[in-house]
């Protein structure tokens, strides 16, 4: 079945950078369009960055354009979201999510991996 | 950027009854492509999105029928025809017409 796995948070200091990982099986992993979403504590849903499937086009929300870099390995099913110049906003848990075949919306997620931003 | 607004913020609930949630969008989310992107997903506490129904009224695989969508242009309903235990949770509308950009309604907590 399909499944997203993601890794890679953990406490960092504001200024500080962060890889995050989805490690992705159960799908044909190299024809599929990623997001990145995270949810602060106590708070809604925010998109973060989009990749296509061969990672040639990649869009980011104004949040985080310019900080926040999504790439994909398609040989190891695997994307990743570099994350730097961390601020204290960006703590949240961060998650992975497949857009659905033939629509524009999303139909998994991963379970989320949580980042933390702390002095 | 298209806001989507939910309506009520909490919904007590009694099980066995029926239960609705309302989102409006801020502007119309119908697609050049003629399609209505517009899910409702399902957040357990603990527990990632869990996608309930896409294009307004589809119900994904595995979500029983139970529940179901409704709506067109810029209003948009999810019914919950009878309400059961493992319902509990935040449910959140998204639009994804405005792609690659996503927007979420706001959330609405059910509550037994």
């Known amino acids: 079945q399909v499944k997203l796995v993601e890794s890679g948070g953990g406490v960092v200091q504001p200024g500080r950078s962060l890889r995050l990982s989805c490690a992705a099986s159960?799908?044909?992993?190299?024809?599929?369009?990623l997001y990145w979403v995270r949810q602060a504590p106590g708070k809604g849903l925010e998109w973060l960055a989009l990749?296509?499937?061969?990672?040639?086009?990649?869009f980011y929300a104004d949040s985080v354009k310019g900080r926040f870099t999504i790439s994909r390995d398609n040989s190891k099913n695997t994307m990743y979201l570099q994350m730097d110049s961390l601020r204290l906003e960006d703590t949240a848990v961060y998650y992975c999510?497949?857009?659905?075949?033939?629509?524009?919306?999303?139909?998994?997620w991963g379970q989320g991996t949580q980042v933390t931003v702390s002095s | 950027d298209i806001v989507m607004t939910q309506t009520p913020l909490t919904l007590p609930v009694t099980l066995g009854q029926p239960a609705s949630i309302s989102c409006r969008s801020s502007?119309?989310?119908?697609?050049?492509?003629?399609?209505?992107?517009l899910s409702w997903l399902q957040q357990r506490p603990g527990q990632p999105p869990r996608l309930l129904i896409f294009?307004?009224?589809n119900r994904f695989s595995g979500v029983p029928d139970r529940f179901s969508g409704s709506g067109a242009g810029t209003d948009f309903t999810l019914n919950i025809s009878r309400v059961e235990a493992e319902d509990v949770g935040l449910y959140y509308c998204?639009?994804?017409?405005?792609?690659?950009?996503?927007?979420f309604g706001g959330g609405t907590k059910v509550e037994i």
């Open positions: 999510a497949r857009v659905m075949v033939a629509t524009f919306e999303v139909d998994y």
């Open positions: 159960g799908f044909t992993f190299s024809r599929s369009v």
């Open positions: 990749i296509s499937y061969d990672g040639s086009q990649r």
């Open positions: 502007q119309s989310l119908v697609h050049s492509d003629g399609n209505t992107y």
């Open positions: 294009k307004i009224s």
């Open positions: 998204m639009q994804a017409t405005q792609f690659p950009s996503l927007t």
